[in-house]
């Protein structure tokens, strides 16, 4: 499975952002697709996943009710909405997915694809 992603930028805080990911391959393989970023010096972190099949989605506690995660499985593409965004946000956004079903797998490690990253950058 290969993933690209599109859509990072530079933004002020408070603005709105919208990520995709395009899968292309075995998609077939990777029913959970997620979303993680990192900062230089800290370790990748989960942001969002969805379930392909059926659309549940799960979500970090510093991005519920700004951030949303949506698929679309006919173009084989996730996005994630990423609104009232805060210096914090930036970071380097990385699509992933995985052979799991289980959308609690919150870990890099339980996702074996993944993309090349998207920068987001937020200005106070």
């Known amino acids: 499975v290969q993933l690209t992603e599109s859509g990072g930028g530079l933004v002020q805080e408070g603005d709105s952002l919208r990520l995709s990911c395009t899968a292309s391959g075995r998609t077939a393989a990777a029913p959970v697709m997620a979303w993680f970023r990192q900062t230089p010096g800290k370790e990748r972190e989960f942001v969002a996943a969805?379930?392909?099949?059926?659309?549940?989605?799960e979500y970090t506690e510093a991005v519920k009710g700004r951030f949303k995660m949506s698929r679309d499985n006919a173009a084989n593409a996730v996005y994630l909405q990423l609104n009232s965004l805060k210096p914090e946000d930036t970071a380097v956004y990385y699509c992933?997915?995985?052979?799991?079903?289980?959308?609690?797998?919150?870990?890099?490690?339980?996702?074996?694809?993944w993309g090349q990253g998207a920068q987001v950058t937020v200005s106070s």
């Open positions: 969805i379930r392909r099949r059926d659309g549940t989605t």
């Open positions: 992933a997915a995985s052979s799991s079903t289980f959308l609690t797998n919150w870990r890099p490690g339980d996702y074996e694809y």
